[in-house]
């Protein structure tokens, strides 16, 4: 129930050392003026001062008030200039304590708003679509308040990174300054910064979430926190005491840069759940967790001895039948479809899976399915999760931004932004050995907080990022195990759709609460 808000307007002068700084109150409700781009360029940048509303709800059977604030961060260079306006969205509960936990909360990409998980599982606020897998992807949507928001347990930080969301470059700032891994975690961190002294928070303990690329970024934002001479060159301090990571891309994107064997081997327990759960194979009555069990065994053995022999050259005939017939076994198709390379691609076996029934399933969730017929080729409106449930999620947002947030831009919300910001993005790294995954940069992080737990959550259905590829990742980089736990559910990329956004939001709880789930 929202009872109050309120909207300022900052005018920063860029071009001084000390930006000037004018408050203008606005009427409640009233659009606040945005600076062109003319504007910008002859010397003055708008920055959004926070919208202010004041809810009510329940969560786990407690009444909960908070404050939600919804507003840009300006960030500056070395020389006090302004370089970009960070959008985000805070909930924090009233009446907290200044030392309650606080979690900072992005999605990936790069590229991405902090749209999914806000809307999806961790907000107070969620959308509501008319089923949960496999929704009708046209109005009405819904959002309606949310049972497993975590915001009964910490505060609530949504963090939009420059070029997505309202997030903007401005003044002085370059996509080169922003669009690239370091350039990225330095850009948040900066932002985590601000928010921790300006909300006075600093003795709160703090929290990362980040679902695929993003957990990438949660994977080196400790590095960024903490600081260093040869890395970022300020001495930030910031330690975190736990981070959760979901749809895990710890190689890059997926299996990239792994060896041809390797990637074929980490995708395969994918694609055999994606099976199960279309009922296209023996479930011989197991669950989906043991079922994954043995194809992740089968998957890291004889399967990866296999294909390394074949490409090596020295694998028998009897060895490579009886490997396809156990690849049929697992996935529902022929031995003749795996034969004589035993590799296929997530794509094909997405298009092959349901082929006899005029079908194509998601490679983000392979319990959706869309007609194969007229397929356009475009990734995320062809996917059949993504083009189900974008539409959802992104109208619902709209709805809250306005009616429950009362904010007014305008400008269009970037929920993803591929233009000018992917193609442009710089993925050379500064200071670690080359070739180091981002599972490396956790480990890193882990040894230097002997405090922080990791929570990796992975989707069974999930063919992008898959959980067998994290779990390789993490087990190569030496992640300590003792804080280090591992939890799959019977979702895809978006684990928290299809009645699992409780038993994760439970367990991201009792990381909070005890240290780990």
């Known amino acids: ?32 003026a945005r600076a062109s781009a003319q504007a910008v360029s002859s010397g003055a940048v708008e920055v959004a001062a926070p919208v202010v509303t004041r809810h009510e709800t329940s969560i786990r059977g407690q009444r909960i008030a908070y404050t939600a604030t919804a507003g840009e961060t300006l960030l500056r260079n070395d020389r006090d200039e302004p370089t970009a306006a960070i959008y985000s969205f805070a909930y924090v509960k009233t009446g907290g304590e200044r030392d309650r936990p606080v979690m900072f909360v ?55 990174p420059v070029g997505t969301g309202f997030s903007r470059i401005v003044g002085v700032g370059k996509p ?42 949660a994977a080196l934002l400790p590095r960024a926190l903490m600081g260093g001479p040869t890395y970022g060159g300020v001495m930030r301090g910031i330690t975190v005491d736990g981070i959760i990571l979901l749809g895990s891309s710890l ?4 299996t990239a840069g792994l060896s041809p064997s390797l990637a074929a081997s980490l995708n395969l327990p994918a694609m055999a759940a994606t099976a199960w759960a279309h009922q296209r194979i023996d479930r ?8 994954d069990a043995e194809v992740t065994r089968f998957s890291s053995t004889d399967y990866l001895a296999a294909l390394e022999k074949a490409a090596a050259g020295t694998l028998g005939d009897a060895e490579r039948n009886a490997v396809a017939g156990r690849l049929s076994a697992y996935t529902g198709l022929p031995a003749e479809a795996w034969l004589p390379g035993l590799v296929m691609s997530t794509k094909a076996f997405s298009q092959q899976l349901l082929a006899a029934d005029g ?15 007229h397929d356009g080729g475009e990734p995320v409106a ?25 904010v007014q831009e305008d400008r269009p919300y970037g929920a993803i932004v591929w233009r000018n910001l992917l193609s442009a993005w710089n993925w050379q790294r500064t200071g670690v ?36 590829a994290a779990h390789d990742a993490l087990n190569k980089a030496g992640v300590p195990t003792d804080r280090l736990t591992l939890r799959n559910y019977e979702s895809g990329h978006m684990l928290y759709l299809g009645d699992t956004a409780a038993a994760f939001s439970d367990d991201v709880r009792a990381l909070i609460r005890d240290g780990r789930p």
């Open 1 to 32: 129930m929202v009872t109050e808000h309120t909207r300022r307007r900052r005018i920063i002068q860029v071009g001084s050392a000390f930006a000037a700084l004018a408050l203008a109150s606005l009427a409640p409700g009233a659009a606040p």
């Open 106 to 160: 992005f999605n990936g990409g790069p590229g991405s708003s902090s749209i999914w998980l806000h809307m999806g599982v961790v907000g107070p606020r969620r959308v509501q679509l008319d089923r949960e897998v496999n929704p009708s992807n046209v109005p009405p949507f819904g959002v309606v308040d949310n049972p497993d928001s975590l915001l009964d347990v910490t505060d609530l930080v949504f963090i939009d």
């Open 176 to 217: 080169e300054n922003f669009y690239g891994i370091d350039e990225d975690a330095e850009s948040v961190a900066q932002f985590i910064e601000l928010w921790l002294t300006r909300n006075n928070r600093w003795n709160a303990p703090k929290y990362l979430m980040g679902e695929s690329y993003g957990s990438a970024r």
């Open 251 to 254: 190689n890059g994107a997926g």
């Open 284 to 291: 011989r009555g197991l669950t989906i967790e043991a079922f």
């Open 359 to 373: 079908l194509t399933v998601g490679l983000y969730d392979g319990r959706y399915t869309l007609p194969s017929a």
């Open 382 to 406: 062809d996917d059949p999760a993504m083009g189900r449930y974008v539409p959802g999620f992104i109208s619902a947002f709209h709805q809250m931004l306005a009616e429950d947030l009362k």
């Open 433 to 468: 050995p080359e070739g180091q995954s981002f599972a490396g940069d956790l480990a890193t992080a882990m040894r230097r907080n002997g405090d922080l737990r990791v929570l990796v959550a992975s989707g069974y259905f999930d063919m992008v990022t898959t959980p067998a």
